[in-house]
């Protein structure tokens, strides 16, 4: 059985070439067969032997003994058929969750864009969104009036900024989330699909900034099944099969 023993967790910047760097990275869920198991289990109280369920529970490898180094400024493409461990790759990088086992180490600051509307209120207006969004960048009062002045621009929303994010379509609120991940110039730039959420307008305007970015020497992880996507702005490509 795993326990939080395993757990090896080091966030130090391996070096100043290095932006990310995994090695021998796992993360295993826990398969419960009762609501009673898991219930236990988030409360912390398998640890005593009365408690714990008949049977050894069993655990899904999402990832397996990962190890991989990108170097800062490179862009890399995750490939793989759904399930294969690429969300759950991201998300140990992004700082989401926590590997099972192994080592996980981060150079720079991480911009995820992973789900459409994740970190964002839904009962709060675009302008609130954006603002809420921008306050713990560690910007000046100047820089966010600015970056907040430029994410308005550049999503073309005009009257729907002063709605609530929930009356937003998909492809609105992608508009947002990507203009502010990307308004605070990320020094690694995750994107998970995200790209494919908006119109084709959109996704042109999308594809220009990300150039823009990957020009200026951001790291970037781009999860796509588009291989078109892949090939237009990714160096390389770390494929993933069963974890």
């Not at 862009?75 to 461990?85: D, E, S």
């Amino acid at each position: 059985m795993l326990t939080t023993s395993d757990i090896k967790v080091d966030l130090k910047t391996p070096s100043s070439e290095r932006a990310v760097e995994l090695r021998h990275a796992s993360k295993a869920y826990p398969l419960y067969t009762n609501m009673t198991d898991q219930f236990l289990d988030a409360l912390g109280f398998q640890k005593f032997a009365f408690l714990r369920p008949k049977g050894q529970i069993k655990y899904h490898h999402a990832l397996d003994a990962v190890s991989l180094s990108i170097n800062a400024g490179e862009r890399v493409g995750v490939i793989g058929r759904n399930g294969a461990g690429k969300t759950t790759l991201l998300k140990l990088i992004s700082g989401a969750a926590q590997p099972t086992s192994g080592t996980v180490t981060i150079g720079g600051n991480v911009q995820a864009l992973m789900h459409v509307g994740v970190g964002f209120h839904p009962d709060f207006t675009g302008i609130d969104n954006i603002r809420a969004s921008l306050l713990y960048s560690g910007l000046s009062n100047e820089e966010r009036a600015a970056a907040e002045a430029e994410i308005i621009e550049f999503v073309e929303l005009a009257d729907y900024l002063h709605q609530p994010l929930k009356t937003y379509s998909l492809g609105m609120q992608s508009r947002l989330q990507f203009a502010c991940a990307t308004a605070i110039k990320p020094e690694i730039l995750i994107v998970d699909e995200i790209l494919g959420a908006g119109d084709a307008y959109f996704s042109v305007k999308s594809s220009m900034r990300m150039e823009k970015l990957t020009k200026s020497g951001c790291t970037l992880l781009l999860v796509s099944h588009s291989m078109q996507q892949v090939i237009q702005f990714c160096e390389r490509v770390i494929w993933i099969d069963g974890g």
